[in-house]
């Protein structure tokens, strides 16, 4: 294998693979019971399961990411995006803009308060890159907001939150 030349360090990493799907429920009984998946995060709408596999609603995905929904045949539209995470979205956003990568978006908070960017790779599939949640709950106290009310802003359980914001 060929040694990596390049030698400056991304402010990013790979963090897991998201699937848009159609039927949360159901496909969340398919990678527990037939995948053998273990949830490590139920947020309704969002699945995280410790293997790095997640499964988003892909019609609300698609709503935050296109700000419309698709009710046309499911299987027609892009339903996968690689996820990334850092700890520093300026850098980020800097790094690919110098790159010439073509922006689904530039950076933007979602409805949960974490910062992300979207950007396509050379074939067209997207790839996101998002602001660690532990660094968006520090970032959002750090602006004044209580631990009730981070927990409310980004649908995350109060233990967690808590255990974020005492490290």
Known sequence: MKEDTNT?????????????????????????EVMGEKISLDLGINIGFESGLALWDGNYGRNVIFKKNFDEDFSTKKSLELYYETEDMKETVA????????????????PWCQLTVRFLDPDGHMIEVGERM?????????GGKSSEEIAKMTTMPMEIIKEILKN
């Open 8 to 32: 400056s360090k991304r402010p990013f990493s790979f963090h897991s693979t998201v699937l848009f799907v159609k039927d949360v429920e159901k496909s969340k009984k398919f990678y527990t």
């Open 134 to 142: 532990d660094v968006c709950v520090k970032r959002l106290e750090k």
């Open 95 to 110: 790094v690919l803009k110098l790159s010439g990568t073509k922006f689904v978006h530039d950076a933007i908070e979602q």
